[in-house]
Nanobody, 120 residues
Framework: QVQLVESGGGLVQAGGSLRLSCAASGSIRSINTMGWYRQAPGQQRELVATITSVGGTNYADALKGRFTISRDNAKNTVYLQMNSLKPEDTAGYYC??????????????WGRGTQVTVSS
């Protein structure tokens, strides 16, 4: 079993910045892709950004230039630096990982989420 724990959310004024972290733990052989998704009340969960084990990144078009995803493979941790935050960025932010367990089984895990609230 692989657990993901997010941290770093909170309340910030428009124009401010936050850095989210997500640490994976458990019986992990390797983690392929890690990513961030977000879900606002009454809306579907949407992609924010993903990053592969070799650093390849993919972003939601609307977030390019403001959000930056990075990763520390030694710590099994993914980060999301969010700058120039807007009220419409308010959402629960969820970490995701695609991995292979220590015994060779593929899997996907989600964190429980961390709330980001941007005030105007």
């Amino acid at each position: 079993q692989v657990q993901l724990v997010e941290s770093g959310g909170g309340l910030v004024q428009a124009g401010g910045s936050l850095r989210l972290s997500c640490a994976a733990s458990g019986s992990i052989r390797s983690i392929n892709t890690m990513g961030w998704y977000r879900q606002a009340p009454g809306q579907q969960r949407e992609l924010v950004a993903t990053i592969t084990s070799v650093g390849g990144t993919n972003y939601a078009d609307a977030l390019k230039g403001r959000f930056t995803i990075s990763r520390d493979n030694a710590k099994n941790t993914v980060y999301l630096q969010m700058n120039s935050l807007k009220p419409e960025d308010t959402a629960g932010y969820y970490c995701n990982a695609v991995f292979v367990t220590a015994w060779g089984a593929p899997g996907v895990s989600w964190g429980r989420g961390t709330q980001v609230t941007v005030s105007s």
